[in-house]
Structure formats: C-alpha cells, structure tokens
C-alpha cells in the first residue's frame, strides 16, 4: 500500500511562530464564527508558552528574544472578538 506523509504546514514569520506557540499551550484559541485570536487568560498556559519559547527558540532567535516576541504577541490579542456582540 502506497502511504504518503503529511507535511507540517511550514510558519513563515516570527509573530506566525509566536501564534503557534500560544496555541499548543492552549494560552489562545480561535472565535468559532469569526477566525479572531482569543486570550483565554490562562496564566499556566500563558507560562507554558514562555517555557516552550524559552527552550525551543526558532534558528537565529535567542531565548530571550523568543520569549519577548511570544509576550508581544499575546499582549496584542484581546480576550474578546472585535466582529462578536
């Protein structure tokens, strides 16, 4: 039987890695209706995502330099959906 792999999508940009990183740690989630970035405000996930920056940088990136940008991410995501009532 022929069997294929699936490639991981590849991230271009550096804020595209930060948004992957706060989703496996589950600090962000998606609006179902609308697509936005949600902060679930969830300060162990929050702090598993710094974790996650701080010992698998992206290649160029410092550890220091990855955590800031995962803060700088997160600080630009609101806990509520701009297009939600």
């Excluded at 991230?11 to 600090?27: D, K, N, S």
């Excluded at 962000?28 to 598993?48: S, T």
């Amino acid at each position: 039987m022929l069997m294929t792999k699936v490639k991981p999508r590849a991230i271009r940009t550096l804020r595209g890695w930060a948004i992957h990183v706060l989703q496996e740690a589950g600090a962000i989630h998606e609006c179902e209706e609308h697509g936005w970035a949600k902060d679930r405000a969830d300060p162990h996930a929050r702090e598993h995502a710094l974790n996650i920056a701080r010992q698998e940088p992206p290649d160029g990136l410092s550890p220091d330099q990855a955590v800031a940008e995962v803060r700088e991410v997160l600080n630009s995501i609101g806990d509520t959906c701009p297009e939600c009532d």
